[in-house]
């Protein structure tokens, strides 16, 4: 029987360069007996009502052609229904895939796993807000890495990780270790100046960082990361070991694992997979087998 396959599409990721992979990925489905129905928001809210839209149709997957932020969309339409998420990743950052074992370099391989439809529970975790409650998939940052988003956000130029590297510049310029208050599944409270805390339910974010190495998105718990006030020379000397993941080792980081973390701070909004989802406090709390994945 042929798969009703719904395909979400992202056409500005990486700029709007991944449109041209949308042509063969859609061949390659239809080659393999899906029948397909594409899916282009005007906007963010929009592409979600659609999608949502459609998941109430009941296809065999809703796809998700695009990064982590289209995948983090696409978590909200069909966490909690008997809907797989399918991953075609063609984004700047496809994280979320990677962690699933989703081919992230070859789309086309990609679109021969949806077509396989062979899917597992996975874990998704909710993050809340005095004003908004959503799912994400992967990590939630606050601090450094959060603020270095909000400055990336307000460029216009350059495009793409360069844009990101330059507010990362811009960024350590002016900042200083934030003083955090975290809740640890309601009762434990640390209380310390951090450069940043990570929350997550995947290993990795930012195309690669390897912020929390040993999450896994099916044991129904969050590991949650801290990275210690340090000086900005020593900062600069553990960063780049965030991308092999042995960062963990510093005497400035911690990482432990919980059900649900509240994070306390002034001046700091929360990023979800990449995705801005307001000030903090929030609040995150594990969802054990939330999602079905096409891996």
Not at 17 to 42: K, N, Q
Not at 52 to 65: K, S
Not at 82 to 102: E, F, M, S
Not at 259 to 279: F, I, M, N, Q, T
């Amino acid at each position: 029987m042929s798969p009703q396959l719904a395909l979400l599409v992202n056409p500005a990721a990486r700029g709007g360069r991944t449109v041209r992979l949308l042509e063969p990925v859609a061949r390659r489905l239809r080659a393999g007996g899906a029948e397909l129905s594409v899916i282009v928001g005007d906007d963010a809210a929009d592409a979600l009502e659609r999608a949502c839209t459609a998941v109430a149709e009941r296809p065999d997957a809703l796809v998700a052609f695009g990064g982590d932020g289209l995948v983090h969309l696409a978590v909200q339409a069909v966490a909690g229904t008997d809907v797989p998420l399918g991953i075609i990743p063609a984004g700047t950052g496809n994280d979320i895939a990677a962690a699933l074992g989703v081919p992230c370099d070859d789309p086309v391989a990609a679109a021969r796993t949806v077509l396989r439809m062979k899917s597992r529970l996975v874990d998704a975790a909710r993050i809340r807000t005095g004003r908004t409650e959503e799912l994400f998939a992967g990590v939630v940052a606050c601090g450094f890495d959060s603020r270095v988003n909000e400055r990336a956000n307000r460029l216009t130029w350059p495009p793409g990780t360069a844009r990101y590297l330059m507010a990362m510049v811009g960024e350590l310029r002016s900042f200083r270790p934030i003083p955090f208050r975290v809740t640890f599944d309601g009762d434990e409270v640390i209380e310390r100046e951090a450069m940043l805390v990570a929350v997550a339910n995947t290993r990795s974010y930012g195309a690669g960082m390897r912020v929390c190495p040993d999450a896994q998105p099916d044991d129904g718990l969050l590991d949650v990361m801290m990275v210690g006030a340090l000086s900005k020379g020593e900062f600069l000397r553990v960063f780049p070991s965030v991308y092999r993941g042995t960062h963990v080792g510093h005497r400035a980081v911690s990482v432990r694992r919980a059900r649900s973390v509240r994070l306390e701070a002034a001046d700091v909004v929360a990023y979800a997979d990449g995705e801005r989802v307001g000030p903090v406090p929030v609040e995150c709390e594990i969802r054990p087998g939330a999602l079905r994945v096409i891996v």
